[in-house]
């Protein structure tokens, strides 16, 4: 079983910046790709980004490549995601997620966090 408890959303202006954090508990952490996905107000949950278990791959969804960054430091358990030139359209809940398959995370990922919402006034 692993926990995913995130932090660091918040309200910012257009064109800001914001990282989010993602605490793991549980087994061990680098045996899990990572990554995060994102709720806007009356739309599905979309992928937003990945990262293998070593953090030598990483996988960006195309509306985020560019301005956002996924990382992870596996000695503190935790999995970030840099938001830089942030748009109003960004504005949604985060979800961090975890699988044990880096290439089954964007489909199924295995656990989910609780969320935290990001707010980007124009």
């Known amino acids: 079983q692993v926990q995913l408890v995130e932090s660091g959303g918040g309200l910012v202006q257009a064109g800001g910046s914001l990282r989010l954090s993602c605490a793991a508990s549980?087994?061990?952490?680098?045996?899990?790709?990572m990554g995060w996905f994102r709720q806007a107000p009356g739309k599905r949950r979309e992928f937003v980004a990945s990262?293998?278990?070593?953090?030598?791959?990483?996988y960006y969804a195309d509306s985020v490549k560019g301005r956002f960054t996924i990382s992870r430091d596996n000695a503190k358990n935790t999995v970030y995601l840099q938001m830089n030139s942030l748009k109003p359209e960004d504005t949604a809940v985060y979800y961090c997620a975890a699988d044990s398959l880096f290439g089954r995370l964007e489909l199924v990922p295995a656990y989910w966090g609780q969320g935290t919402r990001v707010a980007v006034s124009s």
């Open positions: 549980g087994r061990t952490f680098s045996s899990y790709a």
């Open positions: 990262i293998s278990g070593s953090g030598g791959s990483t």
